[in-house]
């Protein structure tokens, strides 16, 4: 069409020659209002693979944008950046008693184990502790094999930052309940909640930060080393404590929301240090 009127021809009757309407001869698409967001949507989600459209939303209005989350949810999806589902086992339903949350920081924490491997095969162990409170990633210990005495070890160097909490949930793993585990919890009168065995709902605030770490970090991450993998994994707990908003906490990081806790309750339990933290 333009090569004829170029060669000459008029525009009327370069239309009625190749059969087009005047109107879709001159169209001209409109300006894309949302190519900006759009750009910081695929920004994110490149930088935080495994977050899927709620969590992008939350990260806008987290740096101060005002924007509709249906907006979000269509650009998101008109981008392609769904997030594939991993594979995994199912587990039948089964009866879930509510899990009490507690009302501040440092009254009880969850522990549990979380195994991965560096390149060339080895294994690491990490020792994961969560705040039930606040959700916050108290620690992430990563070595080779971490026993009852290395685990009281970490635990005194956590108090030495954070103070110890009232309680401790766990499964029944042999480090949980070991004698050396034992003995340092009588001594520092810390009381230990062992789960039923073969019920990890019982512990879910510690299985639902597990399966963000595995997601999030440990399988988006080859580890070349033990050193690497500490380095990474500290870099991630940061992130996640002060960076990444959580539906459950209103939209709020963990950071933040200890640190509105300690606001409202207008001070912490006299062994706490969590502001150190």
């Keep these: 069409m333009r090569y004829l009127i170029d060669k000459g ?4 009757r370069s239309l009625r020659f190749t059969g087009t309407s005047p109107s ?18 695929v920004t994110l989600a490149q930088r935080h693979r495994r977050y ?13 944008m005002v ?12 981008a392609g950046l769904q ?17 009490e949350r507690p009302s501040a920081a440092n009254q009880v924490w969850s522990m549990d184990f979380v195994f991965d491997r560096t390149a060339e095969g080895r294994v690491i162990k990490s020792l ?14 990563s070595e080779r094999a971490i026993g009852g005495m290395q685990l009281a070890r970490a635990l005194d160097q956590l108090a030495k930052t954070r103070g110890l909490p009232k309680a401790i949930r766990t499964d029944n793993g042999k480090e949980f309940c070991s004698r050396a585990t034992l003995t340092w919890a009588h001594a520092r009168g810390v009381q230990l909640f062992l789960i039923e065995p073969g019920k990890p709902n019982q512990n879910a605030y510690i ?15 080859w580890f070349t080393s033990l050193r690497n993998a500490q ?36 001070k912490l339990p006299p062994d706490s240090k969590a502001l150190c933290y």
């Design 231 to 266: 380095a990474v994994i500290e870099g991630w707990r940061r992130e996640y404590n002060e960076e990444q908003p959580k539906k459950s906490l209103g939209g709020l990081t963990p950071a933040a929301y200890a640190k509105s806790l300690t606001q409202k309750s207008g």
């Design 128 to 141: 994961t502790v969560v705040d039930d409170a606040t959700h916050e990633a108290v620690a992430i210990v």
């Design 207 to 221: 299985e639902s930060f597990n399966g963000s770490f595995r997601d999030e970090c440990l399988h988006e991450h």
């Design 83 to 99: 997030v594939r589902r991993r594979k995994r086992k199912k587990i039948p339903v089964s009866e879930r008693p509510p899990l």
């Design 52 to 64: 899927g459209a709620g969590m992008i939303y939350l990260k806008l209005r987290q740096a101060g």
């Design 24 to 41: 879709s001869f001159r169209y001209r698409p409109a300006t894309d209002h949302n190519a900006a967001l759009k750009e910081q949507i």
């Design 67 to 78: 924007v509709n989350h249906k907006r979000v949810d269509r650009l998101y999806a008109e």
């Design 9 to 12: 021809l008029s525009e009327r």
